[in-house]
């Protein structure tokens, strides 16, 4: 109601059902009992809660404290939190993904990872792929020989002895395309950061941004 221009309120006023203690009908203003007393009367407090100004706009989530818990969670050096595993081909089009916890390292979960790709539905299979240093290990290299997949991973300054490597071909390292697909699933905030406890619940939003980084190069 506005009272700039001296009106009484009293039209707006018949609108306005008050229970319990109000009036059964609106009484002009300035008299004795008006409305802002019996308004005053009502047992439901109209002001906002005080104590906790924030609880329409956080989730009860947000703002309780605790640990982050639930499966393929473990403990990094910034807390806790998952590892998510891709692999793409050479345009940058995930082909297969794999969820962890963040403690193993990453050489560890190279050969679940492949195990993820649907080998039976590509038209053909990888002749290389190219991992970073963090996958040095000659174990690996010739685990991928063996397949049929020469492999290009850039040596540590610690290791001398690196087998199945050519340098020559180590140029292609350079030309790798998996920062491209990391960066579209970055896109999606639901797969940036896990809400979810459960893990196939966030595999099927990791999987969803999946199909549609697909769906956009069709």
């Not at 193993?104 to 970073?132: F, H, M, S, Y």
């Not at 180590?170 to 896990?194: C, D, G, P, S």
């Amino acid at each position: 109601m506005d009272f700039v221009d001296g009106r009484t309120g009293e039209g707006a006023a018949k609108g306005i059902r008050l229970l319990q203690r109000g009036p059964s009908t609106p009484l002009p203003m300035g008299q004795r009992g008006h409305i802002a007393e019996s308004l005053a009367r009502l047992p439901i407090s109209t002001q906002q809660n005080a104590a906790n100004p924030l609880e329409r706009v956080l989730c009860r989530r947000h703002v309780r404290f605790g640990e982050k818990r639930g499966p393929k969670v473990g403990k990094t050096k910034r807390g806790k939190g998952s590892k998510l595993m891709v692999l793409a081909d050479g345009a940058g089009t995930p082909l297969g993904v794999l969820l962890e916890a963040a403690s193993p390292a990453e050489v560890k979960l190279l050969p679940a990872t492949i195990q993820q790709v649907p080998w039976d539905l590509l038209e053909a299979r990888p002749e290389r792929l190219i991992l970073d240093r963090a996958y040095d290990s000659n174990t690996i290299r010739k685990d991928l020989a063996d397949r049929g997949i020469e492999p290009i991973i850039p040596a540590r300054k610690n290791n001398q002895r690196a087998t199945h490597q050519d340098g020559r071909k180590l140029r292609r390292y350079q030309k790798r395309k998996i920062e491209r697909t990391n960066a579209w699933l970055q896109n999606f905030r639901r797969v940036v950061i896990r809400y979810e406890r459960l893990t196939a619940n966030y595999l099927a939003f990791v999987h969803l941004a999946c199909a549609l980084i697909l769906l956009r190069k069709v």
